[in-house]
């Protein structure tokens, strides 16, 4: 798994994917579709699928693939080599999706939640099947939402594909298993060797599991809080978790309209201009000022895309 086209720009999503086996374009396939990562506050979600053909389910089963969350982590790097090994009739595709990404696309204003997000992602994954000649005829799904609802939706996009959405599908139909495993594995890979863009010096990497109610995921969101420009972008910003530590502990912001002065509105309501920050920094620590830039430049950037 060549995970470099992500890396050199973390911040945007990525989709990476293995050779399509000439099999699968031959024969009728069946498509698993699993995610890793939707709940943490920390680094990317990444939805994985692995199609293989109908008659080759049994010997997909026999190699044991398994719910990803029931295996240690050097056992689902085994299995994700079995799979990857196996690719005369196993492929599979990654959808990498940054934690900039899901932070911008769920704070725009045009309302994008989450659910919404997950959907449009695997029917892309499931579209660049299609367009690259797997002749899919069944698709098993781990429901996001109503697990009816949600099977009628990808029926009605897919005609003619049996679609099947089920709660814990991963545990199910070993072909959602792979794909779980492959997401899992990119995930953890992905999280392990995070390069951060900001100039943060040496980051403590002993962050967690990223998860909100995790004692070390909390210190570290607390530790690496900047009180002006808040979080890089391994953090999910829109997550509440990261919001109530901004809004308790961050210098509060007022973003003034154009029909009054920043510095005089800030002055009226008793706060600092943003521009009082930098001025502060000006005979200060050279590497702070670049970091407070590259914050400030990163925000601007975001602030754009809403």
């Not at 989709?15 to 579709?33: F, H, N, T, W, Y």
């Not at 009605?156 to 089920?166: A, D, E």
């Not at 943060?200 to 967690?208: K, S």
């Not at 910003?237 to 990261?242: C, I, K, L, Q, R």
Request: charged share 25%.
């Amino acid at each position: 798994m060549d995970l470099s086209p992500f890396e050199k720009d973390n911040s945007v999503s990525c989709r990476l994917a293995s050779q399509i086996p000439d099999v699968c374009k031959m024969e009728d396939c069946c498509l698993g579709i699993d995610e890793a990562g939707r709940g943490p506050v920390l680094g990317p979600m990444v939805y994985g699928i692995c199609f293989c053909p109908v008659s080759k389910k049994e010997e997909l089963k026999s190699s044991k693939v398994a719910d990803s969350k029931t295996l240690t982590e050097a056992e689902r790097e085994n299995l994700f080599q079995k799979l990857d090994e196996a690719n005369s009739y196993v492929g599979w595709a990654l959808q990498i999706l940054s934690p900039n990404t899901i932070s911008t696309s769920m704070l725009q204003r045009t309302k994008y939640n989450l659910n919404a997000l997950s959907h449009d992602t695997a029917i892309g994954l499931v579209q660049y099947a299609l367009d690259s000649g797997v002749q899919l005829k069944e698709v098993y799904v781990d429901t996001v939402g109503p697990a009816e609802k949600y099977e009628q939706k990808l029926s009605h996009i897919f005609p003619g594909i049996n679609v099947t959405v089920r709660p814990k599908a991963d545990s199910l139909f070993p072909i959602v298993s792979a794909a779980s495993i492959c997401a899992k594995v990119a995930r953890d890979r992905v999280v392990k060797g995070w390069n951060f863009a900001e100039e943060l010096g040496d980051v403590e990497t002993d962050y967690g599991s990223g998860y909100p109610n995790d004692p070390k995921t909390k210190a570290w969101l607390l530790k690496y809080l900047d009180p002006v420009f808040g979080y890089p972008q391994f953090v999910r910003f829109s997550w509440s978790t990261a919001q109530t530590l901004m809004d308790s502990k961050a210098v509060a912001v007022h973003w003034d309209d154009d029909e009054e002065d920043g510095e005089k509105t800030a002055q009226r309501q008793g706060n600092k201009s943003m521009l009082s920050y930098f001025g502060a920094s000006a005979g200060g620590n050279e590497q702070n000022h670049q970091t407070h830039r590259f914050f400030t430049e990163r925000r601007l950037k975001s602030l754009s895309t809403l």
